[in-house]
């Protein structure tokens, strides 16, 4: 049985000759090497446009149309003017009035007489008592009202307020600060214990707070 794809009947196919050429090494490596030259006017047609040089050239082309000058030209003096009130980002910042300031408090607490104590442990623990309320009292003073509250207390030797009472003929401030004063002795309880040299179960202090406004 002959093949399906054998047909008798079709001609025999041409011989062909087959060429072969013999390149050196060197020759070969040149022409790889060899970079072609292009024309110049080739060269210019391919160049694509900078797009920064065309969005200059259109910046510049609205500006002169405005007739805007450049930021970094000097003007005179009726120029730098009329600039002045064109454009809002260079005017003349306007100051705060004296009304909006921004206030700010003070709260101080004077030294009071001690003659008869000349216990160092009871002052070093006088002073600590002192700058906790001043703390506290610089936190609840919000208006700005002044005046100078008298205060007397009593604290345990566990460091907790026992009694605090106001001493109005040493007082000269308005109902707030009063209550200001008597709140911030009572927030800035409690308070160390006592040391060891001080072996009492309670002792007395006495305080002046100031309200300011600087």
Known sequence: MQS???????P????????V?????EELQSKLLSKPKVNADSAKALRKPDPFLRLDSKIVKTAAAAKIPPPYIERGNEGSKALLNKSPE????????????????????PKIEMARINNPSYISYYQIV????R???????????IGEVYLSFIISDDGY???????????????????IALRSVRDAS???????????PRLSFNIIISFEIE
Request: hydrophobic fraction near 30%; charged fraction near 30%.
């Open 4 to 10: 399906p794809h054998l047909n008798p009947l079709a």
């Open 12 to 19: 025999a196919p041409k011989e062909q000759m087959i060429k």
């Open 21 to 25: 050429r013999y390149v050196k090494k």
């Open 90 to 109: 260079l005017a003349k910042p306007a100051f705060n009035s004296p009304d909006i300031m921004s206030i700010k408090k003070k709260i101080t607490l």
């Open 130 to 133: 002192r700058e906790k309320i």
């Open 135 to 145: 703390r506290s009292a610089y936190q609840n003073y919000t208006h700005n009202e």
């Open 161 to 179: 307020v026992k009694d605090v009472r106001l001493i109005e003929t040493k007082t000269s401030a308005s109902d707030y600060l009063k209550k």
């Open 190 to 200: 409690p308070f160390p214990n006592f040391p060891k040299e001080l072996d009492y």
